[in-house]
């Protein structure tokens, strides 16, 4: 039963209902007169229960509409944002007037908000006619900041880089900046974490291999932020593999991918003020493809409003290939293989798309400032370590000793990976920057890992899930009473070394 005025309305409307149908069974033996009053009662009853309905329809529009602006979820913001850009790439709205309808998204404009509401039962054509009266030079409060990634938390994630893609852009978005993020469409994603997914009824197409490929076109939000996946139509089907990366042909999968993302970018009339690219996989933005395509090409075609950030995660992965890879992306060999520009400074046949992104980007950011330092210096080799081998009590043990002072100081340091000269030489723009954390996907007050959610108020819970990760380990019963301390970090073949 409805409950409150409208609901006792409803509530006579569905006891008439139900007389009439009482009163069609007994039809036949009724006078035509009284079957006619009835059918009467009943038709004025069913506009009074449609004029009901209509008046709940526009009370709950009114309270959408009295709803202050900044009580409005970043969902809905994000949504709007996507369905403006979706008009851009299906041609229902020029570049200039889906600028200023995304400014107006980017401020939390009360008007569009509005004229949401006001045309939500619309149809398109009506919906963008509508939009179109506000295109009225909004002002614009911060930076439209695009990420250009192989990962993001949740919904493609393999290591730190996912968490400082989706950490990084919801803290820029809190500020008051426009953020987007372009993926590759993977078929391992988590497509449950994405909300209103859809594809859009466009096609970008992508120079590679000789010839023009058809990219399909995502969007949707993941954590309240804006995301286009990139869907290519290219026979090895390159993100159709069931991993991230670990391919034989990583090096084309995503010198494919930043080149149609770049395509997207340039089609959908976007005019970042950053571009910013994250390790190997996506310096192809800025080390492959920078010098002949972004400055030479799409610069020209109106794509030349962003500076280029790039953030190597970790110098250990670089992504080299031999130099001849890219003539795929339609690039001259001789053009980038070269010392000051892609050549690696350790084979000289291959390139190395890292080394290109430092070259040729305006900012060169890392994890850390003291990781920025350890990159600069060179690492240490294994002929500096003298390596010995001893046997104590059965047991085989390996110890390691520097042969010099130097030497010591690099024995732990893993150095440049052979980019310390590149990076040495481009130290006015490069710098690190601490990376923190998302306080909301790792506070424990809500984390639904923890076998118990505690907070700085409540501390009873980390007890609890000390002896639980203790039984999960194995660990000894016996030292219960002993701090635990666990470290999260890269296990790589270098630190192995020693």
């Given at each position: 039963?409805?409950?409150?005025?409208?609901?006792?309305?409803?509530?006579?409307?569905?006891?008439?209902?139900?007389?009439?149908?009482?009163?069609?069974?007994?039809?036949?033996?009724?006078?035509?007169?009284?079957?006619?009053?009835?059918?009467?009662?009943?038709?004025?009853?069913?506009?009074?229960?449609?004029?009901?309905?209509?008046?709940?329809?526009?009370?709950?529009?009114?309270?959408?509409?009295?709803?202050?602006?900044?009580?409005?979820?970043?969902?809905?913001?994000?949504?709007?944002?996507?369905?403006?850009?979706?008009?851009?790439?299906?041609?229902?709205?020029?570049?200039?007037?889906?600028?200023?309808?995304?400014?107006?998204?980017?401020?939390?404009?009360?008007?569009?908000?509005?004229?949401?509401?006001?045309?939500?039962?619309?149809?398109?054509?009506?919906?963008?006619?509508?939009?179109?009266?506000?295109?009225?030079?909004?002002?614009?409060?911060?930076?439209?900041?695009?990420?250009?990634?192989?990962?993001?938390?949740?919904?493609?994630?393999?290591?730190?880089?996912?968490?400082?893609?989706?950490?990084?852009?919801?803290?820029?978005?809190?500020?008051?900046?426009?953020?987007?993020?372009?993926?590759?469409?993977?078929?391992?994603?988590?497509?449950?974490?994405?909300?209103?997914?859809?594809?859009?009824?466009?096609?970008?197409?992508?120079?590679?291999?000789?010839?023009?490929?058809?990219?399909?076109?995502?969007?949707?939000?993941?954590?309240?932020?804006?995301?286009?996946?990139?869907?290519?139509?290219?026979?090895?089907?390159?993100?159709?593999?069931?991993?991230?990366?670990?391919?034989?042909?990583?090096?084309?999968?995503?010198?494919?991918?930043?080149?149609?993302?770049?395509?997207?970018?340039?089609?959908?009339?976007?005019?970042?003020?950053?571009?910013?690219?994250?390790?190997?996989?996506?310096?192809?933005?800025?080390?492959?493809?920078?010098?002949?395509?972004?400055?030479?090409?799409?610069?020209?075609?109106?794509?030349?409003?962003?500076?280029?950030?790039?953030?190597?995660?970790?110098?250990?992965?670089?992504?080299?290939?031999?130099?001849?890879?890219?003539?795929?992306?339609?690039?001259?060999?001789?053009?980038?293989?070269?010392?000051?520009?892609?050549?690696?400074?350790?084979?000289?046949?291959?390139?190395?798309?890292?080394?290109?992104?430092?070259?040729?980007?305006?900012?060169?950011?890392?994890?850390?400032?003291?990781?920025?330092?350890?990159?600069?210096?060179?690492?240490?080799?294994?002929?500096?370590?003298?390596?010995?081998?001893?046997?104590?009590?059965?047991?085989?043990?390996?110890?390691?000793?520097?042969?010099?002072?130097?030497?010591?100081?690099?024995?732990?340091?893993?150095?440049?990976?052979?980019?310390?000269?590149?990076?040495?030489?481009?130290?006015?723009?490069?710098?690190?920057?601490?990376?923190?954390?998302?306080?909301?996907?790792?506070?424990?007050?809500?984390?639904?890992?923890?076998?118990?959610?505690?907070?700085?108020?409540?501390?009873?819970?980390?007890?609890?899930?000390?002896?639980?990760?203790?039984?999960?380990?194995?660990?000894?019963?016996?030292?219960?009473?002993?701090?635990l301390v666990i470290f999260f970090s890269v296990m790589s073949k270098h630190y192995l070394r020693f």
């Amino acid at each position: 039963m409805y409950t409150g005025y409208h609901g006792k309305k409803c509530n006579n409307i569905m006891e008439l209902n139900a007389t009439e149908n009482k009163l069609m069974a007994e039809a036949p033996s009724r006078s035509d007169q009284e079957i006619h009053s009835h059918v009467q009662l009943y038709q004025e009853s069913v506009k009074e229960f449609q004029d009901t309905l209509n008046s709940l329809k526009e009370d709950s529009k009114r309270r959408a509409l009295d709803e202050p602006v900044d009580d409005m979820p970043r969902e809905f913001w994000t949504r709007l944002l996507l369905i403006v850009d979706g008009w851009l790439l299906e041609k229902k709205l020029s570049s200039t007037d889906a600028k200023l309808l995304r400014e107006m998204v980017w401020k939390r404009d009360g008007r569009i908000r509005d004229a949401y509401f006001t045309c939500k039962d619309k149809n398109e054509h009506e919906a963008v006619a509508t939009f179109l009266r506000l295109t009225s030079s909004p002002t614009r409060p911060g930076l439209h900041i695009i990420h250009i990634a192989a990962e993001m938390a949740p919904v493609a994630k393999v290591g730190g880089l996912g968490d400082v893609v989706s950490g990084l852009s919801k803290a820029l978005q809190k500020k008051g900046h426009l953020v987007e993020i372009v993926l590759p469409k993977y078929d391992c994603m988590q497509y449950d974490r994405i909300g209103d997914l859809r594809a859009l009824d466009v096609v970008v197409e992508s120079y590679f291999d000789g010839r023009l490929f058809k990219n399909k076109i995502w969007v949707g939000t993941v954590e309240g932020l804006p995301v286009y996946f990139i869907e290519p139509h290219h026979p090895d089907k390159f993100f159709w593999r069931g991993q991230f990366y670990g391919e034989k042909d990583d090096f084309r999968r995503f010198s494919f991918f930043s080149r149609a993302a770049l395509e997207l970018l340039l089609q959908a009339g976007k005019k970042p003020d950053i571009i910013h690219c994250h390790d190997w996989q996506t310096a192809f933005v800025v080390g492959t493809n920078v010098a002949p395509l972004y400055w030479d090409l799409y610069t020209p075609k109106g794509l030349n409003s962003a500076r280029i950030c790039f953030t190597c995660h970790n110098f250990e992965y670089q992504g080299t290939a031999p130099a001849s890879e890219l003539a795929s992306c339609g690039l001259e060999v001789y053009q980038l293989n070269r010392p000051d520009r892609m050549q690696d400074n350790s084979a000289h046949d291959r390139v190395n798309p890292v080394k290109g992104a430092i070259v040729f980007s305006n900012i060169v950011t890392t994890v850390s400032p003291s990781y920025a330092q350890e990159v600069r210096t060179t690492e240490a080799v294994d002929n500096e370590v003298l390596i010995l081998r001893k046997v104590i009590d059965d047991k085989t043990v390996w110890k390691c000793f520097p042969k010099s002072i130097e030497a010591m100081g690099r024995m732990f340091n893993t150095g440049g990976h052979g980019l310390n000269a590149t990076l040495n030489s481009h130290s006015k723009k490069f710098v690190g920057i601490l990376n923190g954390i998302d306080t909301d996907a790792w506070n424990p007050a809500t984390d639904t890992f923890l076998k118990v959610q505690y907070s700085a108020d409540d501390l009873q819970g980390k007890a609890e899930n000390k002896e639980a990760i203790r039984k999960h380990l194995g660990l000894s019963s016996a030292d219960a009473r002993q701090p635990l301390v666990i470290f999260f970090s890269v296990m790589s073949k270098h630190y192995l070394r020693f």
